[in-house]
Nanobody, 124 residues
Framework: VQLQASGGGLVQAGGSLRLSCAAS????????LGWFRQAPGKEREFVAA????????AYANSVKGRFTISRDNAKSTVYLQMNSLKPEDTAVYYC??????????????????WGQGTQVTVSS
């Protein structure tokens, strides 16, 4: 599986961005998908996850109510709509797949394929 993330950029606090992650492979709909982020000097952390059908999602408490994860299996793409952005959301954002079929998991080491990351910078 190859993943290509895009949509990052520079935005003012309170603004919005939509990240996309396009995947290769015919089994896209078989995977749980997740978004993670890593700020400078910090560990990579869970942001959101969505199950294979798209009907079940999970979010980190820090983004709940502001971010929305979705997927389009026909386009093999997962999205992260980010609203009400804060300076503390500044990070490199990564998409990843969990092929285990064990539900919505939050651990970095539970995801097996990763995209290259896209930079999100929120200015105050």
């Amino acid at each position: 599986v190859q993943l290509q993330a895009s949509g990052g950029g520079l935005v003012q606090a309170g603004g919005s961005l939509r990240l996309s992650c396009a995947a290769s492979g015919r089994t896209f709909s078989s995977y749980t998908l997740g978004w993670f982020r890593q700020a400078p000097g910090k560990e990579r952390e869970f942001v959101a996850a969505i199950n294979r059908s798209g009907f079940s999602t999970a979010y980190a408490n820090s983004v709940k109510g502001r971010f929305t994860i979705s997927r389009d299996n026909a386009k093999s793409t997962v999205y992260l709509q980010m609203n009400s952005l804060k300076p503390e959301d500044t990070a490199v954002y990564y998409c990843a797949t969990d092929t285990s079929r064990l539900g919505l998991r939050h651990g970095v080491y539970e995801y097996d394929y990763w995209g290259q990351g896209t930079q999100v910078t929120v200015s105050s």
